[in-house]
């Protein structure tokens, strides 16, 4: 199999695994109990919490765990705007944010919040100057993502920051992506909430962490005990906990040669497929972009037939979001980028990391290249093309 769905889900790596391992039975206490064996597992929390903070150039009681990316997204905004909501009800985001945030927005207006849902350009980005002209005296909260799970484009955060403090308004960024893959200070680029999930670093599934700066106020999302120092109700996951800060740990230590390692795989599937395969499109800015990402749109072909036949070949893929595999609607992304439905339908998200092989570049173009062969010869939509356009070699 070859897997390369990694914005997806990640492999839990061997040795966050062995960090984990003891909280499931040797040291299962409870870290809200006050006997010495549960003071010393809230111990290591906290040096997990320490390790997590710095990660990011905050203070550890500036990170709160949630269950992953869609409670922390979720928790920003709703938390937001209930805390905020007599200074004002507008909300901004952009038409791309995750499915977490698009959804909370929406549960937002029915509830009689405003929001402005910003463009972006072909390559994704969002216009600096549109966010400034869409800040309201009204506006409490903008929520932009740092990079796209889809297009993987990277937006300017710092300057979103900027404008956000210029303005007194709070600025959210959703991390889940770009975490542990570019660097991030919360304090150099502005920003005053921060969402990211461990799952997609080679941590555990079930755990992440809301970024909620010193001195912003925010209303719990889920009410019970006094977990979070107040925020967060639920029992501490200890074991999930120590595994993230363990995947982190593994990431940032070599997130540079791993980074190099994979933009050269990234850029060399990009070159093959874009001289063997005609009539196909880059979705997303390659200046501005993960260097594990790439996004495909080819024409005359349906995505689901395209990720079936790879499937059967054993290569792992997506046409986008995982959250929205079952849908059979195009990407909200590449639509808001400006494709039209039918060549959006033929999109291809591959994400890759430094698990990944050259020989697995080369094996998958090779698949791609019958593939595409394959659908396009059963479309009557490439057909009528190559009957106008003349013989094309595929």
Known sequence: MIYLDNAATTRVKEEVLEAMKPYFCDKFYNPSSIYGPSRDVTKEINNARKFIAQSIGASENEIYFTSGGSEADNWAIKGIALSRKDKGRHIITSKIEH???LETCKQLESLGFEVTYLNVNSEGLISLSELEDSIREDTILVSVMSANNEI??????????????????LFHTDAVQS??????????????????????????KGIGF??????????????????ERGKRAGTTNSALIIGFAKAIELKLRDMKSNNEYVLNLRNHLVTRVMKEIPYVRINGSMENRLPGNINFSFRFIEGEGMLLKLDMAGICASSGSACTSGSLDPSHVLLAIG????????????????ENTMEEMDETVDVLVKVIRELRSMSPLYEDFVKKEGSVNV
Do not use: F
Not at 195 to 200: L, R, V
Not at 210 to 227: A, D, F, T
């Open 179 to 204: 975490y542990g893959n570019i660097n991030i200070d919360v304090n150099d680029m502005n920003i005053d909430l921060l969402s990211t999930s461990a799952h997609k670093l080679h941590g555990p």
């Open 339 to 354: 494709l039209p439905h039918e060549i959006a339908h033929g999109s291809l998200r591959i994400s890759i990391n430094e």
């Open 152 to 169: 993987g484009v990277i937006e300017p955060i710092k300057e979103i920051g900027e404008i956000c403090h210029k303005h007194n308004v």
């Open 210 to 227: 809301l970024y909620v700066k010193r001195g912003v106020m925010i209303s719990p999302l889920i009410s019970g005990g006094n977990q």
């Open 99 to 101: 499915h977490a945030v």
